[in-house]
């Protein structure tokens, strides 16, 4: 199999299906695996870090644009004119 | 005679990188290229057999120059710099331009000479060598706006070495000590002079740290900088930099907040950013930030995450950089709103990049996962919640941006239909090579782990660690999916601190035109009524005895000077760049005296 099918293959429906099976599995096995030297509560709540990194994603992203159209993101000869 | 040459212990690879690119332009072709190569892997096997110690003393004036302090800490930065340079060389093996190679050269050889420096002189003069050299890597893109961005660079280098320089005045005029040693700084502004020494020294070593506010001129001049000369440029200056303040300023509290603050503005940047190298830029601000704030916690595990962090940094980001800049040899965009549906003529670029992409994630089994996780863990063990749970957040924001958005738009997107087609061999090459340790890093990192100034207890393949990195990573994939569309990129620049500057010299201009007219105007005239006109009166006197008497003795020495001077005057170009390139030379000159001279 060539490089290009096997990206085309990670393109597909089924390859996304199995995607978003794979987060639910993720936070399922998070309620059953060992925890050890626990130093911040976060790590003591099961999928505590599915929902921090999935509000994380939305909060930089949501920000960061606000921010930038305050006034950061300029025409590209703003310094020329 | 023979034994005691073979018997040379500590063979400075500064030496080997300085002289060695002065004979580049001496071979052609083939050879050339075989030359460099063997400069390169001669420096990384100087670093390998140097024994811990002390060498390398001079007697320079009144100071002890020493040129080689080896310890585990400048061991294993020279270590992951000679690597780089091999890495970087293979890279940019193909470029015509001597002067292009030269540069580079000089660049990686003021890096180490920081590195193995035992005084603050020996420093701060390659810490200078670094910023005259690389300079050249973004000059010789030879565009318009290149040699704009490569004169701000050069000003932001030479203010930094300025309040370093000043600093270490201070600190030799208040200990009489220039070596360099351990003075951090506690709190936020100096209470006396030797906090006022260790305060400047800090300033300077940030600048080139790229912190926030002082961090503007390395994404302005990262993107403008040649494909090749960026792939040096992302692995150098800031992590010789980190270097520096992990030797210096270890512990100091405030560099805990800078770091944290650095961390996210780098990834808040990177959202707005629509050029890819200089997103790529944003996030060498964001990663350096987990170093600067490690450095600032000071824990034996902070440091060692620091230092593997850098030294895995170095090459994911190199790789980053080769792929981004593969793509922009190859198509000549660079822009995301511009690229787009690559991943059908660079497949093999696109998996290069993407391992870049998993390795500054800190995905498992990539090297981000063994040594971000390091730094991160410290600041948990030190409870410093809010510093831990913020750079968690960078650490998302870091897959979203390199890990997602880079590949995303340059290699899926929009298909733009681009012609393109894989780099030449020597990058994909250099390409192979970073993939490999970025892969190998990941999966055995013992070896890092010896090399790391303390001793580790540290492991990062933990069940609970490995799902918590992954419960992360992979619901902020989800959150880019779903927001895609607001992620869009647009074709804007981003303003940045060098706004200051930039706008500032605009408005002291403006200002200074009406001073002007008054100067021209009202002095002016005062002037000519009260000084010139009684001046002008007794000059008429002089000028008398003067043609009798001395012209005539004094025009023999006129007509020597006259022909003196037609000779000299092809030196003065007026150019800065011809300026910039005596000041390397004199650089090279001064250490070649000192070393060779008694």
């Not at chain 1, 993720?26 to 790590?43: N, Q, S, T, W």
């Not at chain 2, 020495?557 to 092809?570: C, D, E, P, Y």
């Amino acid at each position: 199999m060539k490089l290009l099918d096997i990206v085309e293959l990670l393109r597909s429906k089924a390859a996304k299906r199995i995607a978003y099976g794979a987060l639910i599995i993720l936070i399922i096995v998070d309620f059953i695996i060992p925890r050890h030297e626990i130093h911040f509560f976060g790590d003591k709540i099961p999928g505590f870090w599915s929902l921090f990194g999935f509000i994380a994603c939305v909060l930089i992203i949501i920000v960061s644009k606000w921010i930038g159209h305050l006034g950061l993101m300029q025409d590209e000869n703003y310094y020329d004119e | 005679m023979m034994s005691e040459i073979f018997n040379i212990q500590f063979l400075h690879p500064s030496v080997l990188y300085i002289l060695g690119g002065l004979f580049i332009p001496l071979f052609k072709g083939k050879v050339k290229q075989g030359y460099m190569l063997a400069v390169t892997l001669l420096a990384f096997f100087a670093v390998v057999v140097m024994p811990y110690g002390t060498y390398g003393i001079y007697e320079f004036l009144n100071w002890k120059l020493m040129f080689g302090e080896v310890d585990k800490l400048s061991k294993v930065f020279a270590y992951i710099f000679t690597i780089m340079g091999v890495i970087g060389v293979i890279y940019s093996i193909h470029v015509k331009n001597d002067g292009e190679h030269f540069s580079s050269f000089c660049y990686v050889g003021g890096s180490l000479g920081v590195t193995f420096a035992g005084d603050f002189l020996t420093l701060f003069l390659f810490w200078e060598m670094m910023a005259f050299s690389s300079v050249f890597l973004v000059w010789f893109r030879k565009s318009p706006a290149s040699i704009d961005s490569g004169f701000r660079y050069l000003l932001w280098h030479v203010v930094g070495g300025l309040i370093l320089l000043a600093g270490i005045i201070i600190q030799y005029s208040v200990s009489g000590d220039l070596s360099v040693q351990h003075l951090p700084f506690q709190g936020w502004w100096p209470t006396d002079l030797i906090s006022l020494a260790s305060f400047l020294i800090i300033i300077g070593f940030i600048v080139n740290a790229a912190v926030p506010p002082f961090g503007a001129w390395l994404p302005d001049a990262y993107p403008a900088a040649t494909v090749t000369g960026a792939v040096f440029m992302s692995a150098f200056t800031t992590k010789t930099a980190v270097y520096a303040l992990i030797r210096v300023c270890a512990g100091s509290e405030m560099l805990i907040v800078l770091g944290v603050v650095m961390a996210i503005y780098g990834v808040v940047y990177a959202v707005l950013e629509n050029d890819a190298r200089r997103l790529l830029a944003y996030h060498i601000i964001s990663q350096v930030g987990y170093m600067v704030a490690g450095v600032g916690l000071g824990t034996p595990l902070a440091i060692n995450g620091v230092v593997a962090h850098a030294f895995c940094h170095i090459l994911y980001k190199s790789l980053l950089f080769m792929g981004t800049g593969s793509v922009l040899h190859v198509t000549g965009i660079s822009k995301l709103t511009e690229l787009g549906g690559l991943y059908k003529t660079m497949p093999r670029t696109m998996i290069y990049t993407v391992i870049g992409g998993l390795s500054i994630s800190a995905f498992p089994l990539f090297s981000g996962f063994v040594s971000k996780s390091m730094t991160v863990t410290a600041f948990s063990e030190a409870h410093l919640t809010w510093a831990f749970m913020a750079l968690m957040l960078a650490s998302a924001g870091t897959f979203l941006h390199t890990g997602l958005k880079i590949p995303y738009f340059i290699w899926f997107g929009k298909d733009r239909g681009i012609k393109a087609q894989e780099p030449p061999l020597n990058m994909e090459l250099a390409m192979i090579i970073g993939s490999l340790f970025c892969v190998g890093l990941g999966i055995f990192y013992k070896p890092l782990y010896a090399l790391l100034p303390h001793t580790v207890h540290f492991e990062p393949y933990t069940a609970y660690h490995i799902w918590e990195s992954l419960q992360v990573l992979l619901f902020t994939q989800l959150g880019f999916f779903l927001l895609l569309k607001n992620l869009w990129c647009e074709d804007t620049i981003s303003l940045d601190t060098d706004w200051f500057p930039r706008k500032g010299a605009k408005v002291f201009i403006w200002l200074t035109k009406p001073l002007a007219r008054i100067e021209y105007n009202f002095i002016g005239e005062i002037y000519e009524f009260i000084i010139q006109k009684p001046i002008m009166g007794a000059a008429k006197i002089f000028k008398v005895i003067d043609t009798v008497v001395v012209d005539g003795s004094l025009n023999g020495l006129g007509k020597l000077t006259l022909s003196m001077s037609r000779k000299m005057k092809n030196a003065q170009s007026g150019q800065i760049q011809h300026y910039a390139m005596y000041m390397v030379a004199g650089f090279i000159a001064l250490i070649i005296i000192v070393m060779v001279l008694p």
